[in-house]
């Protein structure tokens, strides 16, 4: 009885062997399969940056429109305003245009402080005046402009542009004039 329950044992243990030798092969095809299309697609993607590099290096007005734009699109304003630009470049005068287009007055916080009443439960605000609210519109504003053009001078390591000419865009009502 005992070697006939060994002998059943082995076999099954035996067969659990091959089916987890089969699933491991399965396994490290597939990581084997995944790890050459990783490889395949990182190489593709070095290629076109190495091209976009050259590219960029010879002064390619194409290339230094797509160069500058993906620095625009990496500028990151962590979700405060939605950015839209638009560029152009002449190779001849060595100029990069910008047409950004910055954030409303509505955009600008109104409120100076918020304090909680004990007494009565309620949440007091204190709201900015007109004159600071466009004190820091006016001042972000400036910031981004300047933020602007930093980044793209920073990011010209080949000197394609000896200026830029930045163009700022607000769209917003005045409550003065309508």
């Known amino acids: 009885e005992w070697e006939h329950y060994k002998a059943k ?7 659990q062997l091959k089916a987890w030798e089969t699933k491991k092969a399965a396994f490290e095809a597939d990581q084997h399969r995944l790890e050459s299309e990783f490889y395949r697609q ?3 993607d070095n290629a076109s940056v190495d091209k976009l590099r050259q590219a960029v290096d010879e002064g390619d007005e194409a290339a230094v429109l797509e160069h500058a734009t ?4 990496a500028s990151d304003y962590h979700g ?10 002449d190779a001849e005068q060595k100029l990069l245009l910008v047409e950004y287009s910055l954030p409303s007055m509505e955009c600008v916080p109104n409120v100076k402080t ?3 009443v004990k007494s009565t439960g309620e949440i007091k605000e204190t709201k900015l005046s007109a004159r600071d609210q466009k004190s820091i519109f006016d001042s ?9 053009l ?18 700022g865009v607000v769209d917003f009502t005045d409550p003065a004039t309508g």
């Open 140 to 148: 972000a504003c400036y910031q981004i402009a300047l933020r602007t």
């Open 9 to 15: 044992r082995t076999s099954e243990h035996e067969d």
């Open 150 to 167: 930093h980044e793209l001078f920073e990011a010209d390591e080949a000197s394609n542009f000896e200026s830029v000419l930045f163009n």
């Open 70 to 73: 993906m620095v625009l699109d």
């Open 42 to 44: 990182r190489d593709s």
């Open 80 to 89: 405060l305003f939605e950015k839209s630009y638009e560029l152009d470049y």
């Open 114 to 116: 918020v304090k909680f």
